[in-house]
């Protein structure tokens, strides 16, 4: 690979005595409906997420092959996400200026670009929601909350949210995984999403990425954004680990006139 390759947007584990009473049953979910409430929640949050800005800390890490730390940067950067649908053509791009910059690497250790990762809630998007398969793997309680869990996989020759850069050429990636959902509300609490083998043709071994949201409240609604998105990349010769910390979201607007002049003539 490259010098920089360019990838393209907790648990708490409880021990419970055996003689507690077993929790109820959950109501059962029909999945059509999630995934209705949730691409419509998801609508919903692209829009607000347009109209905010954050802080984004990034730490990027090269591993030995031995798991070993090899080389660490942290970067902070000014972030917000710039929207554009254009005929239904849906398109977010990130925005980032640097409050601090890393180091530069006199050695030129290759480090991983892990972006667009924040936004793997597209997978949910009217945009993207026909690209994907999902199944319902039943609820699951995290961090006090009873979700549900719903599996997802890419349908080969379909659209992807995400792709890899590499060489000057794009790859969609063939993303699977779970997300954790609120069955009432459509929000996504929670993603874990990877790779299979359908890139190992170009040397990537593995990928596996995970997105926490947070209700942050704009007006009168709580909209979950993300806090915390993880990515691990593997090759056969290098190991990558980058952590995006999403804090202090604020709302972000931009508000323009434009003034016709008129001369007079004499």
């Known amino acids: 690979m490259r010098n920089k390759s ?13 003689l507690l ?16 409430r949730t691409s419509a929640h998801v609508t919903k949050l692209v829009d607000q997420f347009s109209n905010v800005q954050c802080l984004e800390q990034v730490e990027q890490e090269k591993l030995r092959a031995d798991g070993k730390l090899e080389r660490k940067e942290e970067s902070t950067f000014n972030y917000l996400i710039l929207l554009s649908d254009n005929a239904g053509d849906l398109s977010l791009q990130e925005s980032r200026i640097a409050v601090h910059e890393a180091k530069a690497d006199k050695k030129t250790t290759p480090m991983l670009l892990s972006n667009g990762f924040a936004t793997l809630f597209l997978v949910f998007h009217p ?22 869990k719903v599996g997802f996989e890419h349908v080969s020759g379909m659209r992807s949210p995400a792709a ?12 699977s ?4 959902i609120d069955p009432a509300t459509g929000d996504i609490v929670k993603i874990e999403a990877g790779i299979g083998e359908s890139l190992t043709d170009v040397g990537l071994k593995s990928l596996r990425s995970e997105i926490e949201f947070v209700p942050q409240k704009f007006g009168t609604q709580n909209y979950w954004l993300p806090s915390l998105a993880s990515v691990d990349v ?24 434009e ?8």
């Open 127 to 148: 945009a993207y929601i026909g690209s994907f398969h999902f199944t319902d793997a039943g609820p699951e309680t995290l961090n006090g909350r009873v979700l549900e």
């Open 21 to 36: 009473a077993a929790a109820p049953e959950a109501t059962p979910v029909n999945l059509d409906d999630l995934l209705s």
């Open 6 to 18: 360019h990838l393209f947007s907790a648990g708490i584990l409880l021990t419970v005595p055996a």
């Open 177 to 180: 995984g779970t997300a954790w």
């Open 234 to 257: 593997e090759t056969p010769r290098q190991h990558w680990h980058n952590t995006h910390r999403f804090t202090d979201y604020k709302a972000f607007s931009v508000s323009s006139e």
């Open 164 to 175: 890899l850069a590499l060489r000057g050429r794009e790859y969609p990636l063939a993303l």
């Open 259 to 266: 003034h016709d002049k008129k001369v007079a003539e004499k």
